[in-house]
């Protein structure tokens, strides 16, 4: 090599980030960017010493032909210039150093789909909010067939139609939304970001994405309404557990009701918590606490339970014949959240309201049936159902193909609740990315079926 | 650092539990409590040092910053104070502590569910205790399935009911009881825990779950039965082997008659003994033996297989004409156990005998059906029987769940075989700890499918 | 060791190759030819101290004793002659010598089926030329089934006919063709060999097979048709995506037919472009272009998904009316490719139009139906078709076997698209050698299930 | 440790077998004869230093207290005398010593079942045997769904049956056998030991199971029948591939009458052999040779697939009609080997020619059907064949359970190929057992579903 390529440490300093990444190994000089996310051993131990000498960390465990045997030659920027070497950069690395932490994000442009935002979630949220979020009833057998599910059904694809311009656009619940899905309400967005459900509340408005608000939610909700302008009449959700004190519920219903929300989610699927023991397993922080429901997050001795824990005040006695009470108290729409069998979403046709068939992404009974089952079984039992109400769907949905399928088999519109709490982890911008994200995949799984407008899926193309 | 965070020898010492362990890794004092059940070598190695200086392990394994990049800084204390050293401490530790050794049982507290206890058998009991209780017939085919089944089920919940008082008591076989489940006759418990069948029966005793106890108890029945006072009237039901030599047969009877036990489990599902072969493949313990009948454990050129050489005295020419010998010699309620075909279930109901739909673990006859497809078939075959007598149920059951898609579909009740075998290491706190979750378990699925007691369960549901 | 065993390091330095590898460990001198490919830790370390001294890699992971208790005492040739060793010897290996690199390809006559020019592919190509080949939308569901379909289906032989001459001759679309099967035209054929679809389109001469050539092939048509003797009469079969500018498709048509192409694949499954995320991940090479089509490669902040930036030409408003405009620029046959229902089939057939049941090979939309599924459903749904038009098949073929099942169930021939790829790896050689193991593999086939001809095959044998 | 308990090192050599192992780590002695199959890094490299000090190798490895928290005190025997050692015993060890060499085979009582023997036949014999033996066609689908397709298969027992006595004497194509299965006829059995198809003749003899003997057997078949003694009348059954030159199959089959043989199988699921890329892959010693047929192992530009290679004198024009010729020549019985479709079985049955259900153990056509998949399909189209003919079926059996399954549905008896060739890597002994593993397996599921001779299964056990 000649002396002419000497490189200097000087310049060696400036590659020490992700995205720009030198190491120094034996003297010659690397650049490891591209190769750092493949490195066998993990990303982070190359990060440590970007911009730095790295043959202590490199001699202890490979040999020395490693490097120059794995990458394109071109990856050797040259060789070190010994005479620029200072005291202060031959030292070890610090244990961290802020912009380069084991726990750091990759940036928001480089998440393609869903299950990135989740696997960003589980390496970079606390133990704690993971277990929170991620656990479900005791096998998670449910959890993981709500997802399954989707593969298993195959589209009858209809070609040859004009396609150019796919729109989808809907009515969901008597709000014009920008694309038949919505924020299912899940508890506690701020465990992910400071900002929790009024960032998700931003980063809905852009393509109008209805956003419900549960119970349970970090934030009261008038702080959650009121992170969107007025001006936009952004549409939100209410869900609602219903309290043992009956009296509670009815002045939180005048509070939402007073500001403007319309749409009241009675939750049904949660008289009794399920047994979620990932996150019984995990201590919880007792300053945790959800200021509309009074819930707070504690510990005893089954365990750290924040879903069985924070649950306590919901009435295990609330019944069918419940609903005329509810009806005196919200004069809005009503959708039952948690139908799991074609009787019940019938009875509630015959009643007259809206159901969302949703197993609490599987959190509270294991082996009860995916949503998508349950659409199928009512197709079959009662069809005239999708006639009379409106039917939601929620659960292990992540693509828009997967919304395309319930649609296809009647649904209005479905729910995604963990999407959005991982999308959350990047604020705003991450919500509206996952917003992009689906309906894009939605738009190309229309197009490809053969249909460009919503009102066009039917059974047959699956 | 400063000085003052000095830490002393003494101080550290103190921190030497599983629960509070402290190394110091090249003159740094860390906090490893947290850490050590997720270190991917093992917490043991890491308990071994709790209170010591680990610097020559470690430094044999990992590179320097290992420790500063893998944990919050939080976690690292200071400084080890160097003055404060002394010959005794800098010893390498003891091969063995007694409150650290690589087999210690985790507390109770955090066993979970079944499958915790099972886990922490598998790591804690004998090599021959774990091959005798987990195996079973060749490639282990049904043991699995039976478990599997289960999984394949979904519900069909029923919601919007009052569910606030969940009751799960119920009567089996005359006798009431607190839940809906029994202990399966399971051999030789006293491999486990000294007080094996004993301490079983007094972990029962709080919500009155009924024990069988295997004709190969570790004890006298006598000796298990007195273990819980008189007065309390607990509900033992007895399994029989039926004796070559019926005479001896007789005398047992009587003898278990005169407890006061009347019920009777008539095993017919071990003419001949299945092939277990981890069991054949660990050398027996030639002095356990199972007072009752008198068999022993043994060792021959087959191998170890404590299943099959203790059953030598079982008599495969015990047939149906025989029940009538049975009922002379038994006038307590008579229940054939083993039962794998419908039309079985069938032939017994005429003879107004008890049904316990069983594999026996799976250990007998690879491939023999689930209990729960037996069950599933005597619905569909010849569903009068359960109007006619009770139909119990065994095999892979390990949640509340599990027992609720039984009871759903005709069984009067279930056994749990393993679970408690796995449960009494623990002794008798382990029994009770099991018996908790379970019930709680199966409260939580009644609540969630909508049935507050046992006899609102239905095929519907399932 | 008699000193007349000596080996000299000039007879050493001569066996310094994959097929004929002498290492010097320790001062003993082994053949370790046959063993490095099984290597725990890969054969190119052990190439790559190919006719050396291996001692310090070797010692720095191994016992010494390792070596002899693995291998075979006839593998140790003898011992180092000290005296030979010469200092340029001693040095440690250079990084990568030209006939022993990580990335080499194995020898052709070792690639035994088409799964091992995949992984040859995989090892050998660029990362970018890897991505844009084997991904396929979003969770590539459709691209796996596609070949797992095949593995599920069981043929039902027929024995003890004559089956001394098989004969796979046959006729596709008009044209003859020395086996049932063609290559499905697939983009840039380039990324994997310079001469790209020229060294297809020789390597399909032998045998007749007609090739397909996509209008995002890396030459020009002409360029392609012209690299097999006009003499040959080779078949070509043309593949359009219709541009939204009609004009620029009808000049391309009628330049197309001029060279004497007369079969025409319109592609009706690419209206939108799958999302093929491994593809997205990579950035692309902006030099990379289409000359036909004139789509070039970039990059945008979606990624640089190649399958969808050269496809923004594609007009999504192509519809069956359209066919009447294709007629009129194209005398010849016309084939819709990319049918995925039973429905379009039958509607293809009643315009008369012979089809490709095709799902891009998983590309454009996952979930949609293997294509074997739908000509399963054609069977059931619509027979009649199958006297009326030819239809084709592609999509997860493998094997002789997968062909075969195809031509049972009606497929007049059937397409292989990526297989055809990772031959060209090899160039005109690979090609040629692929067609003979399929040629093979279908003859076997056939003989076995009882059949000599392509007519022969009936739906009874599977 | 006091002075008394030190460890001579001559008392300390005796102990250095597989059975009684002690090694010395850092001065002390350990008994490793129950660790060493458990050591995670296997326990040849314990074996290797039995009744030695490996104190060099232990360290390389492990941390000092890796011993002692491993395993219980009571395998530390004592300290070692260093007064005792002596140059000779501290060296490091052989090699290989003859008694403990890595290929070496465990006892054969340890053997339990035919996976056992599969296990140590892949560890033990030649890689070309291996290849040989274990390969199938192409993907090796059908190999393993033989398999699998018993263990989706459940029984449905009946119990309470005097099952006291339990015979599975049958009578097989008119002779005596002790069980209902017989040795499949599998080529050159001479590479897996020396005495070969005659090892198996006489390990065959004490339980009457009829052998088949290959055309390809290594011997002549004169030499194998010769094997037994002519009084013990044993059963063999000769299996003829059917010569391109009629004559010279004519010529063999009455030399095999002559020798009193009296069955003929007709192997007809070979005209083409199968392609088995992992035989072809290993190169074929050219020595190797089938003296009846005169078939020779070589090398071909395919690879040196010996089942390829040695099957080119195999007639494909071998037809129904041809079944008057063999009849000519052939006045004994005739069984038609390799069928696999319910057609094939009715033509053979309306001609009177008993079949063997079998797909070659996979190795000729991948996804042909496995032969209880053609048995079921025999059940339900064409059940009277069953009373015209016996039904033989092979390929996938290796379980007593699997052999009682297909008794049930119909078969005379099975047939079993590759699990006797791994028995013979144990010569006769090894037979021996095979047999009575199957039929000890065989007597306890025919106990165990309630019948007690062959002549009581029917399908309505299944």
């Known amino acids: 090599m000649a002396d002419s390529s000497l490189i200097s440490v000087e310049e060696i300093k400036k590659h020490n980030t992700i995205e720009d990444c030198w190491l120094v190994v034996n003297d010659e000089v690397w650049d490891l960017s591209e190769f750092a996310p493949d490195h066998p051993g993990g990303g982070e131990i190359i990060y440590k010493h970007a ?73 970079t949220v606390t133990k704690k909010t993971w277990a929170f979020y991620s656990s479900a009833d005791t096998d998670c057998l449910t959890r993981d067939r709500n997802r399954e599910f989707f593969g298993r059904m195959w589209f009858r694809p209809r070609l040859l139609r004009d396609v150019k311009r796919v729109d989808t656009s809907t009515t969901i619940l008597g709000h014009a939304a920008g694309a038949p899905f919505f924020v299912s ?16 509340a931003r980063g809905c408005v852009p393509n109008r994405i209805p956003q419900g608000i549960s119970s349970n939610a970090s934030f009261p909700i008038e702080e959650i309404v009121s992170a969107v302008p007025k001006d ?47 996150d019984e397993r995990v201590k919880a922080d007792e300053g945790v606490a959800a200021p509309m429901s009074g819930a707070k997050a504690s510990n005893d001795k089954k365990g750290g339970g924040m879903g069985r824990l924070m649950g306590g005040y919901i009435d295990p006695s609330f019944v069918w014949a419940d609903m005329t009470w509810l009806r005196r108290h919200w004069p809005g729409k009503i959708v039952v959240k948690g139908v799991q069998s074609w009787q019940d979403a019938k009875m509630s046709a015959d009643l007259g309201i809206h159901v969302l068939l949703s197993n609490h992404g599987g959190r509270n009974l294991d082996t009860s049936p995916p949503a998508i089952m349950t659409l199928l079984e009512c197709q079959m039992n009662c069809p005239e159902i999708f006639s009379q109400i409106e039917v939601l769907v929620d659960g292990g949905i992540r693509r828009g193909s997967d919304i395309l399928k319930c649609l296809c088999l009647g649904a209005t519109a479905v729910g995604l609740g963990r999407p959005f709490l991982y999308a959350t982890n990047y604020g705003q911008e991450g919500v509206e990315h996952l917003v992009e994200i689906l309906k894009s995949e939605l738009e190309t799984a229309m197009a490809l079926v053969g249909v460009t407008s919503i009102d066009q899926c039917q059974p047959g193309l699956v």
């Open 232 to 278: 936009k009449n952004h549409p939100f959700f209410f869900q609602l557990y219903v309290n043992k004190d009956r009296s509670k519920s009815e002045a939180l219903l005048k509070h939402v009701r007073a500001l403007g929300v319309d749409v009241c989610f009675a939750t049904i699927d949660a008289p009794q918590a399920g047994k979620r023991e990932a």
């Open 185 to 200: 309400p899940a508890a506690m967005a701020k465990l992910v970001h400071p900002d929790g459900e009024r960032a998700m």
């Open 51 to 123: 911009g730095r000498d790295a043959s202590l960390s490199y001699n202890g465990i490979h040999a020395q032909s490693v490097l120059s045997s794995n990458l394109d030659s071109s990856k050797l920027i040259g060789a070190l210039d010994k005479r620029s070497v200072t005291d202060e950069w031959s030292k070890p690395p610090p244990s961290a150093t802020p912009e380069l932490k084991l726990h750091d994000k990759p940036p928001l442009e480089t998440i393609m789909n869903s299950q990135d935002f989740e696997d960003v979630a589980q390496r």
